[in-house]
């Protein structure tokens, strides 16, 4: 009889697979948070459309405000565009071990709702 648990042995292998399970953990919180930073960006630019949208509706909407909405949808078709590939990257062939994420569109200056509040500028 043995006193030793030889099911209690960490070997090479099993080293192997907890980094694996780690990587493959942390991989998924990034990529929770890049979707997450997506759908934030797709409801903020749909907001302002949307809002503008409005205002022409009524007959409210300035010339600028006009040009407003036209030009956020270039933004908002990147960001659905960005959103999309997102869900793309788990079908990539080892994709927690080396995740191959697809460019960040820029973010749009909208004045109605800034990213960047005027005490963080300070």
Avoid: C, H
């Amino acid at each position: 009889m043995s006193n030793i648990d030889w099911s209690q042995l960490i070997t090479k292998q099993k080293k192997d697979e907890a980094a694996s399970a780690l990587r493959f953990a942390e991989t998924k919180v990034v990529l929770a948070q890049k979707n997450a930073g997506a759908v934030s960006q797709i409801a903020r630019i749909q907001d302002r459309i949307d809002t503008l949208g409005y205002g022409i509706e009524v007959g409210e909407a300035t010339p600028e405000e006009e040009a407003e909405q036209v030009a956020l949808a270039a933004p908002l078709k990147a960001w659905k565009l960005y959103k999309y590939a997102l869900g793309k990257v788990t079908a990539q062939a080892g994709w927690f071990e080396s995740p191959v994420w697809p460019v960040e569109p820029a973010t749009p200056e909208i004045a109605a709702t800034p990213t960047v509040s005027s005490a963080d500028k300070i």
